[in-house]
């Protein structure tokens, strides 16, 4: 029986969801992970561009590329408590691998001059000698991939956001990758990675708010009131490029005291004990008004 073309490369295949494949492929009934021989997404190359696969490497074994996604989420949902973002996470990691071979693939087939051409292999002589002209663990300046890369905390809603800001990462090294890139074939595939990141953010944004939390309800023990609230305006003059004073929300919104330049006007918070602290505010040597302050 031929494999159903909704079982997509790298994806994870369970008993519940592919049973049927698995026995007309004669393959044990305990067999959790399975790789087909097909892409996600159809890679075709018009003219390898060796500088170019440099690049793709970024994406490769880079520190927002598809690897780093895929073991991030993966651990993340091995340590998930919460069944529905546990699977979330496993799908969206195990999609990231299918990610990883087309970027990969892709890379290799722009990569493949430095083979055998001697100019070509000028573009990256550490690909093209101790690579073999093809895709390593490394970025796009060969700096090996490490998993320091990864953000994990065991805690969901931290880790969430974490996620969101690596798929927004992602999204646009993915953009200007495509802005650099000449070959129709590469930018129709790297458009179809490019979306996928905005799909993989729209979900861990939705997963949460599912949570329940407040945006700035991170952990168990909360901030200490008043200095919560308090802006300090450590960032004064006028600098050489232009650069001026300039206020928004963060330091005009209602309940926010802004400090002016605490350092100059000796403010210091000798306690941080909610219910508990006394601090130069208390003492009147910083006299501080809603959006403005005074020393």
Not at 128 to 136: K, R
Not at 229 to 244: A, I, L, P
Request: hydrophobic share 35%.
């Amino acid at each position: 029986m031929k494999p159903s073309r909704n079982l997509r490369s790298s994806q994870r295949a369970s008993v519940e969801h592919v049973g049927a494949h698995l026995q007309s492929a004669s393959l044990p009934s305990n067999y959790m992970y399975h790789h087909i021989k097909k892409l996600m997404f159809t890679v075709r190359v018009g003219e390898p561009d060796p500088r170019f696969g440099n690049m793709l490497l970024e994406q490769f074994g880079g520190a927002n590329g598809e690897l780093a996604a895929a073991m991030q989420y993966s651990v993340q949902g091995i340590n998930c408590e919460n069944i529905a973002c546990k699977d979330l996470l496993m799908d969206i990691g195990t999609e990231e691998l299918s990610h990883l071979e087309i970027i990969g693939t892709l890379a290799r087939m722009h990569l493949k001059p430095m083979k055998k051409s001697a100019d070509a292999a000028d573009h990256d002589p550490l690909i093209a000698i101790a690579g073999g002209g093809g895709v390593t663990l490394c970025n796009s300046m060969g700096t090996s991939w490490t998993a320091d890369y990864l953000k994990i905390t065991g805690d969901l809603n931290v880790d969430l956001h974490s996620n969101i800001a690596a798929e927004a990462r992602a999204k646009i090294v993915y953009e200007r990758l495509i802005n650099f890139c000449d070959d129709p074939g590469t930018k129709e595939a790297l458009q179809f990675l490019m979306t996928r990141e905005i799909t993989h953010m729209r979900a861990f944004m939705q997963a949460l708010d599912s949570l329940g939390k407040t945006p700035l309800s991170i952990g168990m023990i909360p901030p200490t009131p008043d200095i919560v609230d308090q802006y300090y305006n450590d960032s004064t003059g006028q600098g050489d490029q232009g650069e001026v004073h300039t206020t928004g929300p963060w330091n005009t919104q209602e309940g926010i005291s802004v400090i002016e330049a605490p350092a100059l006007s000796d403010f210091q918070v000798l306690k941080a004990t909610p219910k508990a602290g006394r601090t130069t505010l208390d003492n009147g040597k910083a006299k501080v008004t809603l959006g403005k302050s005074k020393s």
